[in-house]
């Protein structure tokens, strides 16, 4: 069962990656990038696959996603993220990601996979009582947090982040897709067994990941649909319903409010991670089917 890359998805482009090639503005041969235009009739609006965390030599952007973001009205992202740093976000995220029924990680999960977290945490010099009270797939993403931070990659300098600054300069409307509460309900309502499995795939293959983000950052960076669809459909193999949890049901969630954006004669710029974009149940896809026409910018 193929859990690594899945995980490597989540952080880096599904829910709120990086670039690790020294120049922001690489491209394929075609100068293609993860951006398009959907056009109908007259209107149109502009659909980024973002990553969610990046290096500062990520920037500047190549010009199409400043012209993009230019031409537009309105921000959509997955989250508005003045919601998600709110504090009210914070009490969700520990009454989800925290037991509150007298469990605690080290009763929830088998005595080797309590053992393997408590070694990595050894390792990186945290104390393990800080995770005594939390959920596998909590357990989970703090690992990956530090991991992330260890390659270098800042959630701050990510696309969404670097979008939604530009738009509160600018005084434009930010439109969030979904709430905070609706991405942590993700996790918390993975079965308790995938959590510990997602868990202990994470702490054996750390290494590994560190290459792959690279790969996949590459081909974010170069507009490669084509290997960033690979990557998704292998990464879920064995596993359709968190599959249909984390990408497929929200792209059809989304759909509905893309059509209101293209219902307006002013253009939105939409920005969410780029695995929500490929495959056939992807959003380039479900808007064609819609009748709108794409283009990869």
């Known amino acids: 069962m193929k859990i690594r890359t899945a995980r490597l998805l ?18 394929t041969a075609a100068g293609k990038h993860f951006l398009w235009t959907v056009r109908s009739d007259a209107n149109v609006l502009y659909l980024a696959g973002s990553v969610h965390a990046l290096g500062a030599d990520a920037y500047p952007l190549p010009a199409v996603f400043e012209k993009a973001f230019e031409a ?5 992202e997955e989250l508005d993220l003045a919601d998600a740093a709110s504090l009210s976000a914070v009490p969700t995220l520990l009454a989800k990601g925290l037991y509150g029924d007298g469990r605690t990680f080290e009763t929830a999960v088998s005595k080797e ?10 390792q990186i010099g945290l104390p393990t009582e800080m995770i005594r009270p939390m959920k596998p797939w909590m357990v989970m993403l703090t690992v990956m947090a530090f991991e992330v931070q260890k390659v270098g990659l800042d959630a701050s300098l990510g696309l969404d982040k670097y979008f939604y600054d530009k738009a509160m300069a600018a005084k434009k409307p930010v439109i969030g897709l979904e709430t905070a509460e609706f991405q942590i309900d993700r996790f918390d309502k993975m079965p308790d067994v995938v959590q510990e499995q997602m868990l202990r795939s994470t702490l054996t293959e750390l290494d590994a ?13 170069r507009g490669d ?38 219902s307006s004669s002013t253009p939105c710029f939409v920005v969410v991670g780029a695995a929500h974009m490929v495959g056939p149940d992807g959003l380039l896809a479900l808007l064609q089917q819609k009748g709108y026409t794409v283009e990869q910018q």
């Open 10 to 27: 989540i952080v880096a482009l599904c829910t709120s990656t990086l670039v690790y090639t020294s120049s922001a503005a690489q491209t």
């Open 72 to 76: 537009s009205g309105t921000l959509v």
């Open 113 to 122: 996979t309590a053992m393997m977290v408590a070694q990595h945490f050894k």
């Open 209 to 221: 990941q560190g290459n792959e983000l690279k790969l996949m950052i590459v081909a974010w960076q």
């Open 225 to 262: 649909t084509a290997t960033i669809e690979k990557s998704v459909r292998s990464s879920f193999a064995g596993y359709p319903a968190a599959y249909t949890s984390l990408i497929a049901e929200r792209n059809r969630n989304w759909i509905p409010q893309l059509q209101m954006c293209l």
